[in-house]
Each structure stands twice: as C-alpha cells, then as structure tokens.
C-alpha cells in the first residue's frame, strides 16, 4: 500500500497538517470495554477525550518533567504531549483503581496504536521521520501493520504486571484488527549513542532484523548500533543496560534495524523494531490471554 509521504513533516511542521474529519472520541470496534486485569490494574483502549487527556498527561510527566525532552509553549502552559498523531491513533491505556481516590482511576500506562489503514488515509507513520520504512512495507504488499508509539509507565509501576497488562492489550488489539506485523521506535535515554554502546552492539549481534524487514535509518540521520566486536559483548551486562520496555520487545521475538537515530527533541536514541506477529514466542501468548479468546477477535 503506498502510503502518504507527509509522515516525515508531522513533527517538523505539526501546524501545517490537514485536520481529520475523526474526532478525539474513540469506538472500541467490537472490543470489550476492559482488555484485562490484574489486581487494581486493568488495560482498556480510552473512548473519551478526558481519557485521552489523561494519557497525554502521563506523556508529559515521563517524556519532559522526568526525561530530556523539551516542551514547545503550547505544551508546557497545557502540561500534556500533544501530537497531530493523537487524533488517528486509538490510546491504550493502564488505570489503577486503587487509586481512583473515590473518583476515576489513575492512567498509569500508556501506547498509542496507529493501524496501516489509519496512516494511509491521514498523515502516514510517525516513524517515518527518523526511519525509511517505505521500502519495507513495499516488500510485504497486503499485509497488515500496525505502528506502536509514545508508551510510557509512571514511575512505581515499571513492572512485569504492568507491561504485561498493556501488552495484553496489544495483543488482543492485534488479533481484532487482523494485524501481521507490529513496529514502532523503542528509546533510550540520552543523545550519545556512544553511551550505550554495548547495548546497542548487543541488539545488532543477537536481535539484527532478517534482510526482508530490514530498515535503514533517514538519510543522514543514522548511526550503526554496532559498535563493539561481538567478542566484547557481555550478554548479561547487556541486557540489564536495556530498557524495560525493549527488554519485553526482545522476549516477545522482536528484531531491530541496524541504525539507531538520535531524536534530540525527545532527548533520546531511538531503535527501529520490528515485530512480525508470527514470530512472537508460542511461550508468551500466555500472557496476552487464551488463544481460542483471540480468535474470536480477530476480524
């Protein structure tokens, strides 16, 4: 599917974008209303604007008060990650009802979910600032894919209950929408790339995607995670210098682009992964709920 070539704009110009005709109230499309549970936690898509409010403003407590991004004015007055992208994209969402404190429950995770057929009618992918993602999707026509952005946990719940839970939702969010193949940009935190070098060298070595969904990084913009001999590399130092979130990727049967790309304005250097749906590990769809529940989601 030949998709629109103003993804690479949206975050340069966000201004100058076309408004859709979608408002921010979401259907939840043949899904039920609560994606899973554990404990006080549950994961839900949200199908409000206050609800999606909530998920911009966990966005901008972990992306700009607790990390290095900067925040343009409109978003430090409004205190919330606003993005064109918001509008097209259904939100994911953890709430813990522990702490509804006699009101709502809390937003305590987030990921926003941008499915092909949305990108294509609208402003593209988001990942397409930072990586050519054009020439992959052109190898594999007809298929589904659905681009994962902007997950974020708030602090204290950084854990296996909550990451699980959220890809729960994912998963059966997938499965509804007929999804084959799941990608986005995964982060980690700073501008010198150097500074993870055997983190980055550890994903080149033993997670490099597969040449059929290989991706380069946009002209100019890539630099090569390999940067150590894979004889330097000690697996289990490399790990633990992962992310939580990239560390689940890894699990799951993810494979990463061999660039990695510097996103100044998030503070963070960004890898490209890549997720075919066929190739999450058999022992982990366990926890994104019974196979035969799936089925009868999918489309």
């Known amino acids: 599917m030949e998709l629109p070539r103003i ?17 921010l109230v979401r259907d939840l499309k043949g899904l039920p209303a609560s994606l899973g549970r554990i404990g006080s936690l549950e994961v839900r898509l949200a199908t ?23 925040p343009d004015p409109t978003a430090r007055l409004i205190r919330r990650d606003v993005c064109p992208f918001d509008r097209v994209c259904d939100h994911l969402i953890a709430v813990d009802h522990a702490r509804a404190g006699g009101g709502k429950p809390e937003v305590v995770g987030v990921y926003r979910l941008l499915r092909q057929d949305a990108a294509a009618a609208h402003f593209g992918f988001y990942s397409a600032a930072e990586f050519e993602i054009a020439p992959m999707l052109a190898r594999h026509p007809g298929m589904r894919f659905l681009e ?9 719940y950084r854990n296996k209950p909550t990451l699980e839970l959220l ?49 380069a990084a946009a002209p100019g913009r890539g630099v090569a995670m390999a940067m150590l001999p894979g004889g330097a590399i000690d697996p289990r130092q490399a790990v633990r210098a992962l992310p939580p979130l990239v560390k689940g990727y890894l699990r799951l049967g993810a494979s990463f682009a061999p660039e990695a790309v510097i996103d100044s304005k ?15 590990e058999q022992r982990y769809l366990a926890y994104f709920g019974a196979e035969r529940e799936a089925q009868g989601l999918a489309a």
């Open 7 to 23: 993804g690479a704009s949206a975050r340069a110009m966000p201004g100058i974008l076309p408004r859709p005709p979608a408002t």
């Open 48 to 70: 409000t604007k206050k609800e999606i409010r909530q998920a911009q403003r966990l966005r901008y407590q972990v992306f700009f008060e607790e990390g290095g991004a900067t």
């Open 148 to 156: 994962l952005g902007r997950s974020c946990v708030a602090p204290g």
């Open 167 to 215: 890809w729960r939702g994912v998963w059966l969010y997938a499965r509804r929408h007929g999804v084959e193949a799941m990608f986005g940009c995964a982060s980690l935190d700073g501008c010198e790339p150097a500074a993870h070098a055997v983190a980055l060298s550890y994903l080149a070595a033993s997670a490099k995607a597969a040449e059929e969904w290989r991706v």
């Open 266 to 280: 998030f503070g963070t250097t960004d890898v490209f992964v890549i997720l075919p749906v066929a190739a999450i």
